[in-house]
C-alpha cells in the first residue's frame, strides 16, 4: 500500500491503475511483466514490486527517469528503444497503456506484441475513449484516434486474442481532468511540433513529481470508487481493456 501511494501517477493514471491492479488478481501465478512504452515508469515502480519486470521506452529523456526509479529494483530493467519485431522470450503479462493511440497501424503493432506472450497470457491496453472527444489534449500529445469500445474490442479480437472485456475509466473525475489538459494544450497551439517529437514526448508531459504522489493519491482516491459502478457504461475519458492469448498456440 505504501508502495501504491509514494508511485508519482497522474489523476488518470491513478484511476487506470485501479482497473489495471484489479484485473491483475486474476492472473495467479503469473511472475513476469513486458510493459511497451513505460514512459518516465511511475507505474513500472509498482509492476516491479510483483513482477519481473521489463520495459521499454524509445524517448531518451522519459528512459532516463524511468530506469533511476528503477535502479533500486533487482528484478527490473528498462531499455531505451521500441520493441523488437522478434521477441527474445515470452511474457506472462503485457501492458501497453496509452500506446496504441499513437500508432499509425495500431493492429499490426498489437498482433505483433502478441508474439511476446506466453500461450494462455494476458494482455492489458489503455487508450483514450470516444473519438468525438478528439481534442487540442489529442493533437498536442501524438494522438492519431480515440476508440469506442466496440471498436477497441474488435482490434483485441483481430490480434488472435480472446476473453476480451473492456472496462470504463475516468468518471467523473476525467472529464475535469481532460477540460483542463484541453485548455493548457490550447494555448500552446502555436508552436506544435512534428507527430513523432509530440509522440516522443507524450510519456513525461504534465508528469507529476515525487513530492506530489501522495497528495495525488489521497485526492484521486474517493474517484477510485466512484467510477467502478460505471465500468460496464460509456461514461468517462478511457477504455482499460484486457485479453488472453489462447492456449496451446505457440
Known sequence: ???????PLSPMARLRYDIIARTLEGMEG????LEVGCGEGALATLLAERYEYVGYEPDTASFRVAAGRLSGYPRARVINTVIPETP????????????????????????AWVHWLRPGGLVIV????????????????????????????????GAGLIDVEV???????????????????????DAVPEHAERTAASGRTLQPRERLAAPIALAVKPFVYLQRPFATSDRGIAWVAAARRPSGIE
Open 88 to 111: 527474445q522470450r515470452t511474457f506472462d503479462v503485457l501492458g501497453a497503456f496509452e500506446v496504441l493511440e499513437h500508432l499509425e497501424d495500431d493492429a499490426a503493432a498489437l498482433a
Open 30 to 33: 503469473a511472475t513476469s511483466f
Open 1 to 7: 500500500m505504501i508502495a501504491d501511494v509514494a508511485a
Open 167 to 189: 472496462t470504463a475509466c475516468g468518471f467523473p473525475l476525467g472529464y475535469v481532468s481532460e477540460w483542463v489538459r484541453n485548455r493548457i494544450a490550447s494555448r500552446r497551439a
Open 126 to 157: 489503455s487508450v483514450p475513449a470516444h473519438q468525438e472527444r478528439f481534442g487540442a489534449w489529442d493533437d498536442a500529445v501524438g494522438h492519431i484516434r480515440r476508440y469506442s469500445r466496440s471498436g477497441l474490442a474488435e482490434l483485441l479480437r
